[in-house]
């Protein structure tokens, strides 16, 4: 894990205890202090595990004495009624930490899910998925991460790290042209993508140098002849489908030889894995 990510988490976590927390968990008093516990997370469904570091992370700084010993790791494929981790320690650091630990390790298993099924939806093509920056708020390197241990890709971070120049940004300028011209004149080492809506405007985009073009919408004749006119280039682009894509398209879309396909449902749209956690007191 790099060190924006480690930061990113530990901010997370941070920000996550204190809105569920306050000042302090009324209910864990119910137990005694000195009671001890063990608890036991499992899936109800099949998916991809993902956000390991979160739920040590948050016991940690509930009780630096809760031990988590994982039964799978980030990535991997689990079943239904498989055991996640074990979690011993404090009866009471388990309890608070339950719900918080919970949230983010099905959400971010929700997405890994996620981008695993669109990654094996195209395997074999050549193709490869992208995230976009339709995010959870607060989790977008959380969840850009877990499109990775699900096999996909990631887009931009955000906006400082790649320039995608949009049809409001080509209205503001004037033209792709202009767009392009003002992005190359910003000395910024980052790719320089175009969004098109028409093989027209794609021509444009490689008269203008563009390093990528984003296909929004095109149908999928129009793919292919993006593709084919891509190919007959001296200095190809990077040729990105996006647009409306489900599970039931993309593989047809992949088919028509772009190179990635974006797909803002991986991380928008996430749906949590169904977990479950069974604590027991320790004698």
Same mark, same amino acid.
């Given at each position: 894990m790099?060190?924006?990510? /480690?930061?990113?988490?530990r901010?997370? =976590? #941070?920000?996550?205890? %204190?809105?569920? *927390?306050?000042? @302090?968990?009324? +209910? $864990?008093?119910?137990?005694?202090a000195?009671?001890?516990?063990?608890?036991?997370?499992?899936?109800?469904?099949a998916?991809?595990?993902?956000g390991?570091?979160?739920?040590?992370?948050?016991?940690?700084?509930?009780?630096?004495?809760?031990?988590?010993?994982?039964?799978?790791?980030?990535?991997?494929?689990? /079943?239904?009624?498989?055991l996640?981790? =074990? #979690?011993?320690?404090? %009866?009471?650091? *388990?309890?608070? @930490?339950?719900? +918080? $630990?919970?949230?983010?390790?099905?959400?971010?298993?929700?997405?890994?899910?996620?981008?695993?099924r669109?990654?094996?939806?195209?395997?074999?093509?050549?193709?490869?998925?992208?995230?976009?920056?339709?995010?959870?708020?607060g989790?977008?390197?959380?969840?850009?991460?877990a499109?990775?241990?699900?096999?996909?890709?990631?887009?931009?971070?955000?906006l400082?790290?790649?320039?995608?120049i949009?049809?409001?940004?080509?209205?503001?300028?004037?033209?792709?042209?202009?767009?392009?011209?003002?992005?190359?004149?910003?000395?910024?080492?980052?790719?320089?993508?175009?969004?098109?809506?028409?093989?027209?405007?794609?021509?444009?985009a490689?008269?203008?140098?563009?390093?990528?073009?984003?296909?929004?919408?095109?149908?999928?004749?129009?793919?292919?002849?993006?593709?084919?006119?891509?190919?007959?280039?001296?200095r190809?682009?990077?040729?990105?489908?996006?647009?409306?894509?489900?599970?039931?398209?993309?593989?047809?879309?992949?088919?028509?030889?772009?190179?990635?396909?974006?797909v803002?449902a991986?991380?928008?749209h996430?749906?949590?894995?169904?977990?479950?956690?069974?604590?027991?007191?320790?004698?």
């Amino acid at each position: 894990m790099d060190a924006t990510l /480690a930061e990113c988490l530990r901010t997370t =976590v #941070a920000a996550a205890l %204190a809105e569920d *927390l306050g000042p @302090g968990d009324l +209910t $864990a008093q119910l137990v005694p202090a000195a009671a001890r516990g063990r608890a036991r997370v499992i899936t109800r469904e099949a998916g991809v595990l993902c956000g390991s570091a979160w739920v040590d992370a948050v016991f940690a700084a509930l009780d630096p004495g809760v031990r988590v010993a994982w039964h799978a790791a980030d990535g991997d494929a689990v /079943a239904p009624g498989q055991l996640l981790l =074990v #979690a011993e320690g404090p %009866a009471r650091a *388990l309890l608070t @930490g339950e719900r +918080t $630990a919970l949230n983010f390790l099905q959400t971010l298993s929700g997405t890994a899910t996620a981008a695993r099924r669109y990654a094996a939806a195209i395997a074999g093509t050549g193709c490869r998925i992208l995230d976009t920056r339709k995010t959870l708020p607060g989790l977008r390197l959380a969840q850009k991460y877990a499109v990775r241990c699900g096999g996909g890709r990631n887009h931009r971070l955000g906006l400082y790290d790649g320039i995608l120049i949009k049809e409001n940004h080509i209205a503001a300028a004037g033209s792709i042209a202009a767009a392009v011209g003002a992005a190359r004149r910003l000395g910024a080492a980052v790719p320089v993508e175009v969004e098109v809506e028409t093989l027209a405007e794609l021509d444009e985009a490689f008269a203008a140098g563009a390093d990528l073009a984003l296909l929004d919408e095109f149908s999928l004749e129009d793919l292919r002849t993006a593709v084919a006119r891509n190919r007959a280039r001296t200095r190809p682009l990077g040729l990105e489908a996006s647009g409306g894509i489900d599970l039931e398209t993309i593989g047809a879309i992949a088919a028509t030889g772009v190179d990635f396909v974006s797909v803002g449902a991986i991380t928008k749209h996430v749906r949590a894995l169904d977990l479950s956690l069974r604590l027991e007191l320790l004698a």
